[in-house]
């Protein structure tokens, strides 16, 4: 079955810093994984997605992930955070159904 | 651009009670979907409906939950008789097409808060 782990439900960086979130995950088959960004009191809005082909995926935002299969791994990035980045990160993965299967999230604080 | 739409933002009910949560996906997407989050825990897919039938569900959503889409536009999701822990955010999600296009679009979700 399917899983997604987040490290960390906060991280906290300066303004102007790396952002780096850290996702692994668990499918059985090639997986399709997903960063999505929640803003207070708004709904789930899609950074990027890995589906075939290019490891490396840039996302909005200036955002970018790359898809490791041997550390089975998907972490988010930004070489520098910006205010408006503080929000809460989800990474998915999706094996190929109906469902999206999500991780607990984290939470980014961005310290001026 | 267009997005999925919900209604009402945050719903107050008392246990035992019927709820009717309420959404207007993207008007050309044909595939729709349910997902709650508990506060503090993961967002869990509940539902995905397809061509007026529910294509796939989770053990979440048992007798107490169903699905429908009543006219062209709104998709619902009711909850017979509510307990304390339905307690969540519900999100709700629609895609063009299924799994394979990838992406699916999500609400801004209502707050169920069940006392």
């Known amino acids: 079955a399917q899983s997604v782990t987040q490290l960390g439900s906060h991280v906290s960086v300066s303004e102007g810093a790396l952002v780096l979130l850290r996702c692994n995950y668990s499918s059985s088959v090639p997986p399709y994984l997903f960063w999505y960004v929640q803003y207070p009191n708004q709904g789930l809005q899609l950074l990027l997605k890995y589906t075939t082909g290019a490891t490396l995926v840039k996302g909005i935002n200036g955002f970018e992930a790359e898809f490791k299969k041997s550390e089975t791994s998907f972490h988010l990035t930004k070489p520098s955070a910006h205010m408006s980045d503080a929000a809460e990160y989800f990474c998915?993965?999706?094996?190929?159904?109906?469902?999206?299967?999500f991780g607990k999230g984290t939470r980014l604080h961005i310290l001026p | 651009e267009p997005e999925v739409t919900q209604t009402p933002s945050h719903q107050v009910t008392q246990m035992g009670q019927e709820v009717i949560l309420r959404c207007v996906p993207i008007?050309?997407?044909?595939?729709f979907y349910w997902y709650r989050q508990i506060l503090g825990q993961k967002v869990e897919f509940l539902v995905s409906?397809?061509?007026?039938?529910?294509?796939?569900k989770s053990e979440i959503f048992d007798d107490q939950f169903s699905v429908e889409r009543p006219d062209g536009s709104n998709f619902t999701l009711k909850i017979r008789s509510t307990k304390l822990e339905d307690s969540a955010m519900y999100f709700c999600a629609s895609s063009k097409q299924g799994w394979s296009s990838y992406e699916q679009y999500f609400g801004p979700g209502t707050r169920l808060t069940v006392t």
């Open positions: 409906f397809y061509n007026n039938e529910i294509s796939e």
């Open positions: 008007s050309n997407h044909l595939y």
């Open positions: 998915a993965v999706n094996d190929r159904d109906d469902k999206i299967i």
